[in-house]
């Protein structure tokens, strides 16, 4: 893995500027970009991502989120050498500009220890990337105050049941898009809850099971669970109020596509009569059935201790670079607290020898 020394970041107030003028159920596909490479007629799409927001003392973090399976960090799930090859990110830019693709090197993304989870995160510098400030960008905040993350508060307050609507922005290699990235958006149920692994997709760690076609392109789709008006749900208000905070939309992010289940299933098909079945036994069919990567493997990762120590790390490089110093009359007194703390008994040893100064000295003899 990449050495962590220190995550590209930005003032929060700079993110949420770029991004309050943005009507985000319009702009639900813009949260989503193209994993690609080039070939000798343009380039080929791998794979969706999308970006998430991690705030931290006042400044956000950006990070694009896919499957590992998509950008193979490494040589292979077992050799864990570094694969330096490139693979970019492509990503769409406001009015008839062409989208803007980024090369990234396969081994700078972070991937969890357990080779059996297959998440990857890749830490975005939204200042070096986007200097005309024109990326169409709408990134996930995964603050728990922004309700947009399926944490287990959400999953108290709404619930989740088999048969409930997901929907998913992603890529189509069918139609990826000359000029401009063009997802589409497949729309879903929720099949299975994540109780148990998936034989041959997830093998050590429960998952979802989506119901929906899912094809090439759609593995690293966020998967949002859609909190429609009406719903039997206590769907999140759009404006906050100042002693509750909701989300800003009606939906929150459960998980991201993994890939989907196929089996053998010509013993399904129907034949006529004594005519023979023209499909054959050993043929591998697509279930209709995808599997989703719950939300918490990919949490797990962002909040893991080296992540966070670098973020912290800029944090810590942006105040020495400010000269930001405590200015508080108390500065002292902290210091002088301080001090004390590295003897416990100063004041007792302080006492014994302000009375030895002043007691008198009694007459000899």
């Known amino acids: 893995m990449v050495a962590l020394q220190g995550h590209p970041g930005l003032p929060s107030w700079l993110v949420a500027e770029r991004c309050e003028a943005m ?6 596909l813009n949260r989503t970009v193209f994993l690609v490479q080039p070939s000798s007629y343009g380039f080929t799409a791998d794979g969706t991502g999308f970006l998430m927001d991690v705030e931290c003392e006042g400044m956000s973090f950006l990070y694009v989120v896919t499957c ?52 990857c995160v890749y830490p975005f510098d939204l200042a070096k990337h986007n200097p005309d ?35 998913m922005p992603s890529c189509f290699v069918g139609r990826v898009g000359d000029r401009k990235n063009i997802p589409v958006l497949r729309i879903g149920s929720i099949a299975a809850k994540p109780d148990e692994p998936i034989a041959g997709v997830s093998h050590q760690n429960p998952a979802y099971l989506i119901e929906t076609r899912s094809l090439g ?85 962002i909040d893991r201790s080296d992540l966070v120590e670098a973020r912290m790390g800029t944090v810590e490089a942006k105040r020495k670079q400010t000269g930001h110093r405590d200015a508080s009359s108390r500065r002292s007194e902290i210091s002088s607290e301080d001090s004390g703390e590295k003897n416990p008994k100063h004041r007792e040893d302080f006492n014994s020898l302000l009375g030895a100064a002043v007691r008198k000295r009694e007459p000899e003899g």
Not at 147 to 165: P, V, Y
């Open 217 to 301: 392109g759609v593995s690293g789709s966020p998967v949002f669970l859609h909190l429609e008006p009406g719903h039997r749900r206590q769907t999140p208000k759009l404006i906050k109020s100042p002693d509750e905070k909701h989300s800003n939309a009606p939906y929150c992010l459960i998980g991201m596509m993994q890939g989907f289940h196929s089996g053998q299933y010509a013993d399904d098909f129907i034949a006529d009569g004594d005519v023979e079945k023209i499909v054959p036994a050993d043929v591998d069919f697509n279930a209709g059935i995808g599997v989703a990567v719950p939300i918490n493997q990919i949490m797990d990762l």
């Open 133 to 167: 400030n024109d990326l169409e960008v709408v990134h996930l905040s995964s603050s728990p105050e922004h309700h947009l993350i399926f944490r287990e508060e959400q999953q108290r307050r709404w619930g989740l049941t088999l048969g409930d609507e997901v929907f």
């Open 23 to 28: 009507q985000v159920d319009d702009q639900i």
């Open 68 to 119: 590992r399976h998509v950008v193979r960090p490494t040589v292979s799930v077992r050799d864990l050498a570094p694969n330096t090859e490139p693979i970019w990110i492509r990503i769409n830019r406001e009015g008839d500009k062409p989208p803007k693709t980024i090369e990234t090197k396969r081994s700078d993304w972070l991937y969890p220890t357990n080779r059996r989870i297959d998440v």
